[in-house]
């Protein structure tokens, strides 16, 4: 399977508890979002690699939140203390951008489904 | 305003009819508009992907930007029921991040 990959696909945890999940990239995509969504909502912007460095962090991220991207090449997203209000399917996504080239569009993974007790 | 409005719907077709996805956007500097498909506990799917105005057509896929009245649609021809699923436009500009509206539920009916 050559597509954008997620691991685990649900997680249940208990409020205070930490999760942490994990995103395998197409393997020639150089950049790497993170989504939250909601039911009933579209997926919403929480932040994005590329290559190593994390560009960019939505304030819909907490400081409990943090994401990884240590090689470059897969990513992980660690929720701390988690609470109710976590529960959402995150969503991973990558594309392949070109220094100067045109803006492409970005492939989805399956997500993770966390539901926080 | 929310930067991206879509109808929620549900919107339900019996199956073969031509079915109409609109999505309307607040902010004008946006250049590039696509359309995902997302299935029940599915990741989306890219559907569509266009630059500036006008249409671009795939198979029983047609999209269309209508950028003065920051507007634009998604066309299904010969609705199948496996057409079924949650419709999300997603627009962007350069440089900056994708912003994905609410998503219509589309309902094909046998």
């Known amino acids: 399977d050559t597509g954008v990959s997620q691991d685990p696909r649900h997680k249940i945890t208990k409020r205070g508890q930490n999760v942490t999940f994990r995103c395998d990239p197409i393997s020639e995509h150089n950049r790497l979002y993170w989504y939250r969504q909601t039911l009933g909502q579209g997926p919403e912007f929480l932040t994005y690699?590329?290559?190593?460095?994390?560009?960019?962090k939505s304030r819909l991220l907490s400081d409990r939140f943090s994401a990884e991207r240590p090689k470059g090449s897969f990513s992980t997203l660690e929720i701390q203390r988690t609470e109710q209000g976590d529960s959402a399917m995150y969503l991973c996504a990558s594309n392949f951008l070109l220094a100067g080239g045109p803006q492409e569009t970005q492939y989805f993974g399956p997500g993770t489904r966390l539901l926080v007790l | 305003q929310k930067e991206v409005e879509q109808d929620p719907g549900p919107l339900s077709v019996p199956e073969g009819a031509i079915v109409s996805l609109n999505c309307t956007y607040s902010n004008s500097a946006f250049q590039y508009f696509m359309w995902y498909r997302q299935y029940s506990r599915k990741g989306p799917e890219l559907l569509m992907y266009t630059y500036s105005s006008g249409n671009k057509e795939d198979g029983r896929f047609t999209a269309q930007v209508d950028k003065s009245s920051k507007y634009i649609s998604l066309f299904i021809r010969d609705s199948q029921p496996s057409d079924s699923a949650t419709y999300l436009c997603?627009?962007?500009?350069?440089?900056?991040?994708?912003?994905f509206g609410p998503g219509t539920r589309l309902s094909v009916l046998p």
């Open positions: 690699f590329q290559n190593e460095a994390q560009l960019e």
């Open positions: 997603a627009i962007k500009n350069y440089g900056q991040n994708f912003v």
